[in-house]
């Protein structure tokens, strides 16, 4: 089943009254199963960018980031949509520059990066954004160090090259289901649809994995590790999965991706989630997201940081309060 | 009943699978009533920047249009969610100077141009955006236009101030029904809720205002002979309005407004639409104004301007065709 209407998840007031709402699946799965659910946690969806830990797993697996001595920092940007800041591209020029690779051997396109000063920058130098800048150059670099390990052609964001082939055969590992189908990533990578349920059992594997042995949770472990360590570099200061991530330090590790998705590692709990908002709006994903990890006990949600995604304040042109965005009712019971 | 789920018009695809859908309400209305309707054509919206031509009625309606010399590129201005392209300003800035007032007399707060041009100039130049970049500055010196006859105080965009108590009246007139609340918009004007077939039948006024006699309906005539021969200066170049009523020269006024409104005004078929899309999206509001300027059959589905809102492509960072925007098939016979 492809992605239909859903449950109605978040409101948008104006004045005291809905002016928008949004739908869409959720699924929270814990070490018994799913543990909750809304919409249809059986909606087959395009992860897109919330999957990035699961397309970074051949990178250690492999050995490869082992080779190319990647630290904790690597793996985060390899997880990362970021802001294409200095923090992010800096890292990311090195990371190439140590595999003696140029700006032109990614395929993710260049991209305005989201960051004002780092775009500021570039419209004064009357400069273009790189490919360095796209969101998605630290997972890209870490396809560039598995392709070194891999010893395949250039063209690494190909379905049948050994980097995209080791890519699906993780994730329908984790989500322990075929793919089927896939579409084209913004960064031109394929990206794999899978049930929405799935891929939240397979966040749980990764919330779970400090209890088992083995090479597969060794790697997951790290991935999240590093997430957690350093959420500036998984987005950039003023996005959600950065600041989420500061105010609940050590105790998730979370990722947005386009078009309404947003997944969620809980180490402590065992949990892991994953959420499609049907019309594909961020502003709704995020706030569910913040909903859930209260909801969860990860999150203080009077933490001012929580407070900005969870319940966020519409303010005009002249900063005056005009509105707010809501989860729904059903979404603030513990869980 | 305020926003609900509605009906499905929209789908979102990616690699030939539905990635994310739109769901909203639509009411076309004709010479004899409602002649088409979605979802819940009864649903009370905010009609946003969509009903800025009923707001700019007592400008024309009070004789201070003409007591100021407005010309039909002021009343395009006034109707206008312009970009802040020097096309925009410096015509709202000449107005304004005419007035004898100043960028400070403004109430609509600043806002970065969404024009890249002046963006990149204010940024290059270290500047802040003043209020007349705001993408209302049109209606507000309209409102200040309106203000300068009427004789009221300086807040002209307080709920009780006689500029928009004239609104409001102008509003529940030519809807034929009272708002039942209002919230506050972006550009601090009250925005007055009213049903959405309502507002679809105060479109149809306008389509046919030149049948009827009186100063409304000469009003009316002339906001629309203005929005249609002034395109460029109702929104901008590679925005919607602009570039659809450039496809249809003098066949339809149309208006987006904020989260998800579009409404159309035909006057050869005396004609007048409005939509909401319910989750607040722009890319689906767009595409079912086309979808509905095609099935009315003012705008050609062939002309490439038409066919990039009514079946966008959508590239990725590398130019790569990913996907595409599609209205639901049942938009798509003619009406």
């Known amino acids: 089943m ?16 809905v002016e928008s709402v949004h739908r869409g699946h959720v699924a929270v799965w814990g070490p018994g199963g799913m543990i909750a659910g ?38 985060a940007l390899a997880c990362a949509s970021h802001q294409g800041a200095r ?14 690779l140029t700006d032109s051997d990614f395929r993710c396109g260049p991209q305005t990066p989201a960051d004002k000063p780092a775009r500021n920058a570039l419209i004064r ?9 796209n969101n998605c150059s630290g997972k890209h ?3 560039l160090t598995l392709n070194r390990q891999l010893g395949g052609d250039a063209d690494y964001v190909e379905i049948d090259h050994p980097v995209q082939r080791a890519v699906r055969a993780a994730t329908e590992e984790v989500c322990e289901a075929e793919s089927p189908y896939y579409g084209i990533d913004g960064c031109s990578a394929p990206n794999f649809a899978m049930r929405l349920d799935a891929l939240a059992m397979a966040m749980a594997g990764f919330a779970s994995a400090e209890g088992r042995s083995g090479a597969r949770a060794a790697a997951q472990v790290r991935l999240v590790q590093a997430m957690m360590a350093h959420p500036e570099l998984v987005a950039g200061v003023t996005r959600a999965c950065t600041e989420l991530m500061r105010a609940m330090p050590g105790r998730a590790a979370i990722k947005t991706g386009a078009e ?6 809980l180490p402590e709990r065992q949990v892991g989630f994953a959420l499609k908002i049907t019309d594909g709006t961020t502003r709704a994903a995020e706030s569910v997201a913040a909903a859930l990890l209260v909801a ?24 005056i ?13 513990s869980l």
Chains 1, 2 share one sequence.
């Open 2 to 17: 492809p992605v239909n209407e859903g449950a109605e998840l978040v409101e948008v007031l104006r004045g005291g009254a």
């Open 38 to 75: 809304w919409g249809d946690p059986e909606a087959v969806i395009f992860p897109r960018s919330s999957c990035k830990m699961i397309q970074a797993l051949p990178l250690i697996e492999s050995g490869a980031a082992d080779a190319a001595r990647l630290t904790p920092e690597h793996l």
């Open 87 to 100: 923090i992010h591209t800096d890292r990311v020029t090195d990371w190439l520059d140590d595999l003696g």
């Open 125 to 133: 130098a009357h400069a273009a954004p790189c490919q360095v800048h």
């Open 141 to 143: 670099a870490g396809f």
């Open 260 to 265: 309404g998705v947003f997944f969620g590692i």
């Open 296 to 319: 969860l006990g990860v999150l203080e949600a009077e933490h001012p940081l929580a407070k900005k995604r969870l319940d966020p304040v519409l303010k005009n042109w002249r900063g």
């Open 321 to 333: 309060e005009v509105g707010a965005i809501r989860p729904v009712e059903a979404l603030r019971a």
